[in-house]
Every structure is written in C-alpha cells, then in structure tokens.
C-alpha cells in the first residue's frame, strides 16, 4: 500500500506539536532544576571575646545553635573592644562581649539595636606556682595590685583592648598606680596566650577564671588572689543596628539572642565544665544589662 502523502497543513501541526512539546520539555528542566536547588544558607558573624572561643563554650553551644536554627555561624574571636569595632563597621551581625562600660558607650551612640545579660564569670590574678610574692592575705585585688607594683614583680598586661584589659586598668587606676618598667610586660595578645606568656616568665596575669580552668593543666600556675566583688565579669549580647548597616542579618542575630534566652542554652552554659573541672566556667544569666554599672 502506498503511504499517503501529508498534507502542508498536517506537517504544520506535526511541527508545531514537536515544538510544544520541546518547550514543555525546556519548561519543566528549569523549574525541576530550581526546585531541586536548596534555598540560600542563612549566615550569621559572631565576633566574640577570645574567652568564650578559648574555654571551649563555643564548640559546644554554636552547635546546638546551628541544628535549632538552621543558621550557620562564622566566629571572629577578638578582644572585647575589637569586637565592639567590628560591629561599628559592620563586620559582625551580633556580638558577645565582656567590657560594660565599651558596651553602654556602644550602644548609647546607636550602634546597637539590644543588649542582654548572656553569663557570668569572674577574673583572678594568677600567678607563678611557686612565687616569693604572696597574694591570698590581700584585703582587695586593689592592695594584690599594689603588692606586684611594689615588689616590681613580673606582671603580664593583655594590652589589646580587651574586656580583661579595661578590668585591669580599672583595678590599677582604683589601686592609684600607673603601673611602668620592665616587670610590666604589654603582651598585646589574647587570654590564652598571654596566660601561656605568664607561664613562661613566671609572672603574674588577670585572667578570666574559665580560661585559666581551661589551660591549667597545661602551665605551672594557680590562682593567687580571688573573690573581690570588683572582679565580677559579666558577658553581654549585641545585635548590631541596621540602620546603621544595611547588609547585617538581623533576622539570624535575633533568633541568636532568643537561643542565648532559651532554657536549653542556659542549661548548656550552666553545665559546660563541670564535668571536666567540678565547677561551672559560666552562670547563665537572665536580666537585661542596661541596668549593669
């Protein structure tokens, strides 16, 4: 049988049919090849004291953040008065820090939209673990401080801006001494390292109690002066304003700051430690800074 001949008009539907279905092939690729995109990861920049990275809290509480929220956290860990100016130039969405009186100016030039109680700990003067400078019988970390000026006894200064360092100048300046020679050494470095320093020169350094717990067993030194309630460290959280930066994700520093407020991370800053230590590095806290002198 001889094959019938199509028509122009049927060839015409034939091709049109061909390029209908070639455009539906086209269309459902695209959307099927979007679909199958996962949506854009949300991030969040955390500057933070060296403290809170140095202890270890970090490694356990960003974690926690991270599977709750889906947001994943990118941590400059930097002395409290660079976090700070971080956030002023808007490098960091959200900031945890230990410096009261940096944070209130912080926030008074409106650089930050909140400010909340996270934790606290406390410093000590530490020092060689065999030392002819005795500092337990000191009334306050005022008169331990005048104790190291007067012996010249070797001291280690932060000196990088940090919450630590503002404490210790505060100490000195309540001490009425402006402390200069070459037993007092500006080490310019974080809490880790300038406890290291300590360690090596056998001298005397403030330190936040929850690195120190941290490298103790790693440096000959013990705790030579504790207890004075000048010596209080508090940690605040920040959220940086955007208005003042456009491109800072405050929707990830809020859902950061309501995680810090939560039951489960205070039981996890409640917790971290004891096991390896006996004690807690941190106490959760639960009011709002503003209030903190």
């Not at 008065?81 to 971080?86: D, I, S, V």
Request: glycine letters at 8%; one cysteine or more.
């Amino acid at each position: 049988m001889k094959g019938r001949k199509i028509s122009f008009k049927g060839k015409w539907c034939i091709e049109m049919f061909r390029s209908l279905n070639l455009a539906f092939l086209l269309f459902a690729c695209l959307f099927l090849g979007c679909a199958s995109k996962s949506p854009p990861s949300r991030e969040l920049t955390l500057a933070t004291t060296t403290s809170t990275q140095d202890s270890g809290l970090l490694d356990v509480l960003l974690p926690a953040f991270e599977r709750e929220s889906g947001v994943k956290v990118k941590v400059i860990a930097v002395g409290s008065g660079q976090a700070l100016e971080l956030g002023r130039r808007g490098d960091a969405d959200i900031l945890l820090t230990h410096s009261p009186q940096a944070e209130k100016k912080f926030m008074e030039e409106g650089w930050g939209t909140s400010r909340e109680a996270v934790m606290h700990n406390d410093f000590v003067i530490v020092g060689p673990a065999e030392g002819r400078v005795e500092l337990k019988n000191a009334p306050t970390v005022a008169d331990a401080f005048k104790i190291i000026a007067e012996a010249e006894s070797p001291f280690i200064s932060r000196s990088d801006e940090s919450g630590t360092h503002q404490k210790e100048i505060n100490i000195w300046k309540s001490a009425d001494i402006e402390p200069d020679g070459q037993w007092y050494i500006r080490a310019g470095a974080g809490m880790a390292q300038a406890l290291r320093m300590a360690h090596e020169k056998k001298a005397f350094v403030l330190s936040d109690r929850a690195t120190y717990l941290t490298l103790k067993n790693e440096i000959e030194m013990k705790v030579s002066f504790e207890g004075d309630e000048q010596l209080l460290n508090r940690y605040s959280v920040i959220t940086v304003n955007p208005q003042k930066h456009s491109h800072i994700h405050q929707d990830e520093a809020n859902r950061f700051v309501e995680f810090l407020m939560s039951p489960n991370a205070k039981k996890i800053i409640g917790s971290f430690g004891v096991e390896l230590y006996g004690q807690s590095l941190f106490v959760p806290d639960a009011k709002v800074t503003n209030e903190i002198p």
